[in-house]
């Protein structure tokens, strides 16, 4: 059963490489250019000629799904403002403790240091400016679904599971609120044009096993080092990890450092990926904030593409990889 999962797997992702150019994800929409995860970062993204745009997804107190990178809020709202009595223990404020009604009242900014208000890119929007609002992930599907039909392109949702274990803890279910959500907008199957990601290997597992979806699913691959997960992250990138994870998704989602070396060189990951049939999207491609020794964002993306082949990547600002691909 295990071998006749990933040739499935191997079959599906073969086609999906075979009928496009590497995929163009915007990374959180077109954060390079607006705040993230908003409205009109997604809307930008789209005009901007992404493949697929990308989603974090919370639950708030009230079960509605928020597109939002971090389980708290304080990173790129005003909520320290607005509700300055609303945080816990550890003086963070989490979007899991307020309803949606007082959700929409935050005003979202540029992403930022809590402790000095200095934002994380400088020359990016400016952190105090622009009336931005938190969105649900239902009115991302609509607007999406909408400039899909009104301009005839064919834009994909590229969604991230935030902290399942933790919101599951809480008595929440993001997860299966996201699946239930998608049916509702006719997203059921692998040919949708749907990634669903998480971190946590057994959360993808569990959905697999309890709704029999056949969505294509993404482990997300982090470092060991970072701490925030009990997940071997090392073991993933074996090959006895990377043909696990082909028995129950169709990609991996590695960092740059995981597939190229510090001069540029392609890891082994890429290869061993795709010798199980998985698709490989790394992150994070930022024009503005390249990795030592890069002169440009073409010059990444040549070492990407050319050089360690991969079958697309998330990117915050998605027009420079429009223009490269055209090219």
Not at 40 to 67: K, M, N, P, T
Not at 178 to 204: K, M, N
Not at 257 to 270: E, S
Request: hydrophobic fraction near 45%.
């Amino acid at each position: 059963m295990r071998h006749a999962l990933i040739a499935l797997g191997i079959g599906l992702c073969a086609s999906i490489a075979a009928a496009s150019p590497p995929l163009v994800i915007a990374h959180r929409g077109a954060s390079g250019y607006l705040p993230e995860h908003t409205l009109a970062a997604a809307s930008f993204a789209h005009a901007l000629g992404a493949d697929y745009i990308e989603q974090d997804v919370v639950l708030s107190r009230d079960d509605e799904l928020i597109v939002l990178h971090d389980i708290h809020l304080d990173t790129t709202t005003d909520v320290a403002t607005r509700f300055p009595d609303r945080h816990r223990a550890d003086g963070r404020f989490y979007a899991i403790d307020f309803d949606w009604a007082k959700l929409q009242q935050l005003v979202v900014r540029e992403r930022f240091d809590p402790a000095t208000g200095q934002a994380v890119f400088p020359q990016r929007f400016p952190s105090t400016s622009g009336p931005f609002r938190l969105c649900r992930m239902e009115e991302q599907i609509q607007l999406i679904q909408g400039l899909n039909q009104s301009t005839g392109r064919a834009v994909g949702l590229y969604p991230e599971i935030k902290a399942p274990a933790w919101h599951l803890a809480a008595g929440k279910d993001p997860s299966l609120t996201l699946l239930a959500l998608f049916a509702r907008y006719g997203y059921s199957d692998a040919t949708d044009l749907v990634f669903v990601q998480c971190f946590e290997p057994d959360e993808l597992k569990r959905l697999r096993r309890e709704t029999h979806t056949t969505l294509k699913f993404v482990q997300l691959i982090g470092n060991n080092s970072w701490g925030e997960s009990d997940v071997d992250f090392d073991a993933l990138r074996t090959p006895t990890g990377q043909e696990h994870i082909a028995t129950y998704a169709q990609s991996i989602v590695p960092a740059l450092g995981q597939i190229l070396t510090a001069d540029g060189q392609p890891r082994p990951l890429v290869a061993t990926a795709h010798e199980f049939g998985l698709l490989v999207h790394p992150y994070t491609v930022r024009s503005d904030a390249l990795p030592p020794g890069i002169p440009h964002v073409s010059a990444l993306l040549e070492l990407l593409i050319q050089g360690a082949h991969v079958d697309g990547f998330f990117i915050d600002q998605a027009d420079a990889a429009v223009a490269f691909l055209g090219r």
